[in-house]
């Protein structure tokens, strides 16, 4: 784990030496796929990596597949073999950028920015266009975002047999409370 968080840090931030940074290795990341009369599908990973460069707005993130954690362990072993194959795809990225970011413009009210970057799960990319919300805390940046993905976009295949059982999109929810990196 160690040696991708150095790679992702080394690959973001490699032009910005001086940069000032926010950073968090307990970043809250969500799913929900269900659909309303069925069991809920929801799971949460409280292990998400993410780094923010507030020079420029870049932002990074990696997360383990297996970190997700559900309510029901059957669930979430046909999660892990079954849809994300996470000993093969063991880990997730999102890298982008906040537009028009300015550390001074965050404060203690929330503030909505466009949040544009490249999500990759299971080797596959996606774009990503959404808003985050900021605020800052005291000496932490509280981030906020959420945005829908479908299966298919990252070749996840739904047998047949529970389609119907599981939402077309996903929505994944953010809560990250990123520290300034001293």
Partial sequence: MIKYIYILVMLLFSTTITAQKYFTKTGITEFKASVETFEPI????????????????????LLFIKA?????????????ENYMDSDRYSKATFKGTIIDFDINKISKEEKEFK???????????KAINTIVKLKKVKSTILLNSLFSVKPEEFEIKIPGIVRNKIAKSINLILNYELIEKK
Wanted: proline share 0%; no cysteine; aromatic share 6%.
């Fill in 42 to 61: 929801e799971a949460t990973n409280k292990s998400t990596t993410v780094i923010l460069n507030t020079k420029n707005g870049q932002i990074a993130s």
């Fill in 68 to 80: 997700f954690h559900f309510k029901v362990a059957l669930m979430q072993e046909h999660f892990n």
């Fill in 115 to 125: 949040l544009k970057g490249v999500l990759t799960i299971r080797g596959k990319d």
